[in-house]
């Protein structure tokens, strides 16, 4: 982005449309739509605009105030940003805790967190009950909101529940289903919609990305991912998977299971759905939208794989999304990942 108050191309909509909540603001905002597509830019941008001192004629704040100022600067008295350990730079220490050399390199080893802690939740209610410094609003950002565990979850509960005068949340999800009821009944519910194809690919191509189209494609339409996946200029960890499912069997899936482990999971399962969305639309209607380079496989695993194995194929991918972000051993779930495809596409 190139300042703190832009938001995408694609967003102009959404933001026109979120100026009519302004009047009545909610308590709270969850913002929901595909990942990689600039929910965390849209909810800082509008952060923002809720604490200017000069909003502009369009709901943008106007970066000039003093109010701007500190936000850019990321010391706003009145705003916070809740997101995992894993998001940040580098790990906080716990609050009210200095750290010294022996305890920093203790930190460094260990594992960023992917979760919102309970700590992190619990760590708003200072910040809620002391006056706010421009007697404007106070806001707390929230993302991704399906990184809330059980317990954060439950405190976080507590204070939509029984929301403070004076404070927004504006939250921001990949996907409803993975948050509870509760907090989703709490919250007024605001879609981000993914970019056509046409705008994400100019945009894209704006940025000087090369094979600009390929790399949205296999990004699912997402124009960040793509940008982010073209950046690194590697399809590595992509194309060792594809061509494992382009030729499935069960000594290459123990040999890459290993190695593929590694790479994020999400991302895994989510490469295997596209490309078993490419498979069954090749086989109903001979086109495919996620992986032209894989033409020639595709149509030829389209063309002796069972359409019931094929559903089951889906189904199965699907049902593991939901576990790909807390697997009990990355490896033996790429393992049982790939062996299940393996079996479902045996002719």
């Given amino acids: 982005m190139t300042s703190s108050t832009a938001i ?25 739509g595909p990942a990689g597509i600039g929910k965390a830019d849209f909810i800082q941008a509008f952060a923002q605009a809720l604490l200017c001192e000069n909003v502009q004629p369009d709901g943008h704040a106007c970066g000039v105030c003093a109010s701007c100022g500190w936000f850019v600067q990321g010391n706003h008295p009145d705003y916070r940003r809740v ?75 507590k204070t939509l529940e029984e929301p403070p005068p004076g404070t927004v949340f504006l939250l921001a999800s990949n996907g409803l289903d993975r948050l509870l009821p509760t907090i989703l009944s709490r919250c007024r519910k605001f879609a981000l919609p993914m ?8 945009w894209l191509e704006s940025q000087g990305v090369q094979d600009a189209d390929g790399w949205l494609r296999e990004q ?4 960040l991912a793509a940008l982010v996946q073209a950046e690194t200029g590697s399809r ?18 123990l040999r890459a299971a290993d190695k593929l482990s590694k790479a994020p999971l999400a991302s895994l399962v989510a490469w295997q759905q596209r ?15 996620y992986y032209p380079r894989y033409r020639q496989q ?50």
């Fill in 83 to 157: 997101r995992p350990e894993a998001m940040e730079d580098e790990a906080p220490a716990a609050e009210g805790e200095e750290a010294g050399d022996g305890d920093k390199k203790a930190k460094s080893t260990k594992t960023a967190s992917k979760d919102i802690k309970i700590e992190q939740v619990r760590a708003l209610s200072d910040f809620m009950n002391i006056s706010t410094h421009r007697q404007g609003l106070r806001v707390v950002v929230l993302y991704p909101a399906e990184a809330l565990n059980m317990p954060s979850s439950n405190a976080l509960l």
């Fill in 275 to 289: 490309w078993l969305y490419d498979v069954f639309s090749y086989k109903l209607s001979g086109t495919i939208r």
């Fill in 236 to 253: 590595e960890e992509l194309d060792s998977l594809l061509q494992i499912l382009a030729q499935p069997s069960v000594d290459a899936a």
């Fill in 195 to 202: 970019p056509g194809h046409a705008e994400a690919l100019a």
């Fill in 8 to 32: 995408y191309p694609w967003q102009e909509q959404a933001w026109t449309q979120l100026q009519q909540m302004r009047a009545r603001l909610p308590h709270a905002i969850l913002f929901y």
């Fill in 298 to 347: 595709l149509a030829n695993l389209a063309g002796r794989v069972h359409t019931a194995k094929l559903m089951q194929a889906i189904k199965s991918t699907n049902e593991r999304r939901a576990v790909a972000d807390h697997p009990l051993s990355p490896k033996l779930f790429v393992e049982d990942m790939l062996l299940d495809y393996t079996a479902c596409c045996a002719a």
């Fill in 220 to 223: 699912g339409g997402a124009p």
